[in-house]
């Protein structure tokens, strides 16, 4: 599974040695001496890719770069790689929601296989992500009304139940559900309410 690299360390000759071994195994590679340059040259999200970053680099440290990226919402994984194995640091950083955390010097296996599984995780993210665009523009073809009645059919309300509580009769409520589950392109009450969670409408 082909994809780029993102070395971020501050070591010249560990990331030389990184890239050396990354292109080997078929990865595209950039490589940054600090967290700041990386937040400068932002990722290309849509490119398959995740980020090896070290723990302790002058500047924003590896875990304030993983809580920055987190906050600009990237999707993009993070393997830490560190000279210490620190288990405080450790647990923060997957709790995080880093990728894996690695201790050096690493051996290429490990380090590849976590790459493997960081950029899977990636390619699902970034389809739910797609899915999600197109439910979200199906959604914005609703009427106001047909909101309405989209959001009280997922809670597993009955016509006759959503026609009491809109002040219509079980009849419009029923073209209402018919419009719906054409315009969102459904076949079944489960799909609807498949396409509700993933947006967080049922919060």
């Known amino acids: 599974m082909p994809g780029r690299i993102h070395v971020v360390d501050d070591d010249d000759s ?24 990386l937040l400068d040259r932002l990722p290309d999200e849509n490119e398959p890719g995740c980020i090896l970053l070290d723990v302790r680099i002058p500047g924003l440290s ?31 950083a997957i709790k995080a929601g880093a990728e894996d955390f690695l201790t050096k010097p690493v051996e290429s296996a490990q380090l590849l296989g976590a790459i493997e599984r960081a950029l899977a995780h990636h390619a699902t993210v970034r389809g739910d992500r797609h899915r999600a665009g197109k439910m979200r523009a199906l959604m914005t073809a609703l009427t106001p009304r047909e909101q309405q009645v989209f959001g009280l059919v997922v809670r597993g309300k009955l016509n006759k139940q959503i026609a009491h509580e809109l002040g219509a009769t079980e ?12 315009k969102m392109k459904v076949q079944s009450l489960a799909e609807l309410v498949t396409i509700a969670e993933r947006l967080g409408l049922l919060g």
């Open 171 to 182: 009849r419009t409520i029923k073209a209402h559900r018919h419009q719906v589950m054409e």
């Open 14 to 37: 560990f990331r030389t040695a990184m890239e050396r071994r990354l292109k080997l195994a078929g990865y595209q590679v950039a490589t940054y001496p600090s967290a700041q340059q």
């Open 62 to 92: 590896g875990p304030e770069l993983q809580g920055r990226l987190n906050e600009l919402g990237s999707a993009l994984p993070i393997v830490f790689l560190s000279g210490h194995a620190d288990t405080p640091t450790t647990v923060r």
